[in-house]
């Protein structure tokens, strides 16, 4: 069995101010504090992520790529959750195939009444670029920044866009890329 977090306290309490400085400001890339080697195919950041908000009431959903037999067990053995089936069913998606992701719209978006229950969708991507790519504006941004990300399907930012107009509802992505990461909120609008 691979390591986990080296010291899960303090560790998971860095990597969760992480988690919130991405969430907090759409479209930063933010360094995640974690010295790992996760089983393939996860990287680093997707790892500590994991390790960081999983426990054993969150069901989580994991594609195909992820679905590997030393993932689940990894992930299983340090942090108990449940596995589900459906997408519509998790709390929190691990998609380690971004090119092959499936719509933001076959997760939880929570309801009307409820929309914070919606799930949170970690999509690992080839790379994040700052200062290019598509405008994101919002909550946390004080006029626009700019984001590309490589590794994604073609129509990615149309379902960005699609989540973005169920608001208060919709999904809550992060995406890394090695080492790092960055977040879509819901509450964050996608300009050409």
């Known amino acids: 069995m691979l390591p986990g977090l080296a010291d899960p306290t303090l560790d998971s309490q860095r990597i969760f101010r992480s988690v919130l400085e991405a969430l907090a400001r759409p479209g930063r890339i933010v360094d995640v504090p974690a010295a790992m080697r996760p089983p393939a195919p996860l990287h680093p950041a997707t790892a500590a992520v994991c390790l960081t908000l999983l426990d054993?009431?969150?069901?989580?959903?994991?594609d195909d790529a992820a679905a590997r037999p030393e993932v689940v067990e990894w992930l299983k053995f340090h942090c108990s959750m449940p596995l589900v089936t459906e997408p519509e069913t998790a709390h929190l998606a691990l998609v380690a195939d971004g090119e092959r992701m499936p719509a933001l719209g076959v997760f939880d978006a929570g309801t009307a009444e409820h929309p914070e229950r919606s799930a949170t969708v970690i999509?690992?991507?080839?790379?994040?670029i700052g200062g290019t790519g598509r405008s994101l504006r919002g909550p946390g941004i004080a006029d626009q920044v700019h984001l590309d990300v490589t590794g994604v399907p073609g129509p990615f930012w149309t379902w960005a866009s699609d989540n973005h107009a169920l608001f208060p509802r919709g999904v809550d992505l992060i995406m890394s890329a090695g080492q790092v990461i960055a977040a879509l909120p819901r509450a964050t609008r996608?300009?050409?």
């Open 56 to 62: 054993f009431d969150t069901p989580l959903w994991l």
């Open 190 to 192: 996608v300009e050409d």
């Open 123 to 128: 999509v690992q991507v080839r790379a994040l």
